[in-house]
C-alpha cells in the first residue's frame, strides 16, 4: 500500500435536502483500448485509421452501471479485483472523462484513489501539509489554523519535519489521510486507504467517517476488508465483470458475492479437475488413482461445499495385480501444507494404523457427513498400504482440489476447521433450537 492522492473536484452548489439524491449514476460504461504493444499499436492505429480496430482489443471495465445515493449515505463496494471498482470511482470523482451514460455529483469531493500522487518527497510532512491543502482548495489561513489537528490527528510526531520520502508507507496514508479529514466535504470517496495502518489508527478514521455523514456528507467507501464494511457501511453493492449484481445491506450483498465466488470456484475447478493428471509420489504402483471426484449429498457432482454439508470423496482406482488388502488413508493438504486427515471414526486405530481396509476395490467412496472445514481451497493426500507389509503400494498428493467456504457469518478472521457442537444451554429463559451447523442455528427467546 502505497500513499492516496488526495483529489478535489468542485461543481458548486450547496447539497439539497436529506432525502435529495447526491450522486446520480445512469447506464454507465467504460471501455479501455488494449494494444498487443503499448508503444507501436497507438501508432499504427494513428497510420493505418482505416483498420484501426485491427491493432487493439476492446476491454469493458465497467458494463452500463447505474445507481443512486442520498445525502448521508455510507455506501460499501466489493468486489473482485478487476471488477472495475476503481475505473467507477474514477469517473465518479472527475480523474476519468465520462463518455457512455452520464453522472451527476452534487457538492464538493474528496478522493483518495490513486498512489504516490499530490506529495513532494522533498517536502516535510508539515510542508506536504500546506501543498494538499492548498490543492485541497484551503487558504493559507485555514491550513494553519489546523496543521496542529492534522498533525496529531496522524500521530506523525516528531517525524512531521523530516523528509516525506523517509516516512513508512503506513504513515505516508495517514498523514494524507489526516489531510482529507480536516475539510468537510459533500461526497468523501475512499479506495482502500484504510488498509495501512494500525487498528487503532482506523478506528479513529471510521469516527471521523461517522461524524461526517452525521454533519451531511456522503461517503463511498471501497475495500477487500468485510468487517469494516459491515461496521462501517449503511448499504453495499456488488460489482463483477463491471456490473452491478447486488445492492443491499452488507450482508445481504456478502451473501451473494459469496455465492457467486463459489460458483466460479466450482467451474474453474471442475475445468482444471478434468485435465488433471495422476502422478504418484511414492509406492512400487500396485494401485493406481485413476479418477479423484467429489459429490454432495444428491450425488451430484461438485468442487465446492460450504461447511457443514455433506460431501463424499469418490475415487477411482486400477491394480496392476491381484494385492492382500491394502489400508486407506486420505489427509488433506491446503497447498503444500498438511492441515488434517479425514477420520470417519474408523479410519485410524488407537495405535496410528489406518483401519480402513481395501481390497482390489474398483471404486471408493468415503462418505463425509459434515464438512469442518472452513475457507480455502484444499486437496487430498491419498495413501494405500500393503495391510500387513506396511510396504507402500500407491501415494498421491496434491490431487483433487476442491473449494470450502463458511456457510454461516462470514466476518470473522479465517481458520483452518470449525469445532462441532451437541447444544447449546442457557439458564435465562432461552430456547435453543436444533443447530443447523456447528453451533451457528437458530437461536430465539
Not at 72 to 93: R, S
Request: glycine share 10%.
Amino acid at each position: 500500500m502505497g500513499t492516496p492522492v488526495i483529489v478535489m473536484n468542485n461543481t458548486g452548489g450547496a447539497v439539497a435536502g436529506a432525502e435529495d439524491i447526491v450522486i446520480d449514476v445512469r447506464n454507465v460504461s467504460k471501455r479501455f483500448k488494449l494494444y498487443d504493444n503499448p508503444v507501436l499499436g497507438p501508432l499504427k492505429e494513428l497510420l493505418y485509421y482505416w483498420r484501426a480496430d485491427s491493432f487493439y482489443r476492446e476491454y469493458l471495465a465497467v458494463d452500463d452501471v447505474s445507481f443512486s445515493i442520498k445525502r448521508g449515505e455510507i455506501v460499501g463496494i466489493i468486489g473482485p479485483n478487476g471488477a472495475g471498482k476503481t475505473t467507477l470511482l474514477k469517473m465518479i470523482a472527475g480523474l476519468l472523462p465520462v463518455r457512455e451514460g452520464s453522472i451527476s455529483v452534487k457538492g464538493k469531493i474528496t478522493a483518495l484513489l490513486a498512489l504516490g500522487v499530490g506529495v513532494h518527497p522533498e517536502f516535510s510532512g508539515r510542508e506536504n501539509i500546506f501543498f494538499n491543502g492548498l490543492l485541497l482548495g484551503m487558504s493559507a489561513e485555514e491550513i494553519r489554523a489546523k496543521t496542529e489537528s492534522i498533525i496529531e490527528f496522524a500521530e506523525i510526531g516528531r517525524f512531521i519535519d523530516q523528509p516525506f520520502r523517509t516516512y513508512s508507507s503506513g504513515m505516508k496514508a495517514r498523514l494524507l489521510f489526516s489531510i482529507s479529514m480536516s475539510i468537510d466535504p459533500d461526497v468523501m470517496i475512499v479506495d482502500e486507504a484504510l488498509a495501512t495502518g494500525d487498528i487503532a489508527f482506523v478506528r479513529k478514521c471510521e469516527r471521523r467517517i461517522r461524524e461526517l455523514c452525521d454533519s451531511g456528507a456522503t461517503i463511498l467507501f471501497v475495500s477487500h476488508n468485510m468487517t469494516q464494511i459491515n461496521s462501517l457501511c449503511d448499504r453495499s453493492l456488488l460489482l463483477m465483470r463491471g456490473k452491478v449484481v447486488s445492492d443491499g445491506s452488507p450482508l445481504e450483498v456478502f451473501d451473494k458475492y459469496r455465492e457467486l465466488y463459489v460458483q466460479s470456484e466450482a467451474e474453474r475447478l471442475a475445468v482444471k479437475a478434468r485435465d488433471e493428471k495422476f502422478v504418484p509420489t511414492a509406492g512400487n504402483g500396485e494401485v493406481v488413482l485413476e479418477e479423484v471426484t467429489f459429490t454432495d449429498k444428491d450425488g451430484v457432482a461438485s468442487n465446492a461445499f460450504y461447511t457443514g454439508e455433506a460431501m463424499n470423496v469418490v475415487l477411482k482406482l486400477k491394480w496392476r495385480r491381484p494385492a492382500r488388502k491394502c489400508h486407506l488413508f486420505v489427509g488433506i493438504l491446503m497447498g503444500s501444507q498438511y492441515v488434517g486427515y479425514i477420520d470417519g471414526e474408523n479410519l485410524v486405530t488407537a495405535d496410528g494404523h489406518a483401519s480402513a481396509e481395501i481390497h482390489e476395490s474398483e471404486v471408493i467412496t468415503v462418505r463425509i457427513d459434515q464438512v469442518v472445514m472452513l475457507n480455502g481451497v484444499f486437496s487430498l493426500w491419498i495413501l494405500f498400504q500393503d495391510a500387513e507389509t506396511r510396504e507402500v503400494v500407491g501415494e498421491y498428493r496434491g490431487v483433487g482440489n476442491f473449494r470450502i467456504a463458511k456457510g454461516h457469518y462470514p466476518f470473522d478472521a479465517d481458520s483452518y476447521f470449525v469445532q462441532p457442537v451437541r447444544s447449546i444451554e442457557a439458564d435465562a429463559g432461552l430456547t435453543v433450537k436444533p443447530l443447523k451447523a456447528f453451533g451457528v442455528g437458530d437461536v430465539a427467546q
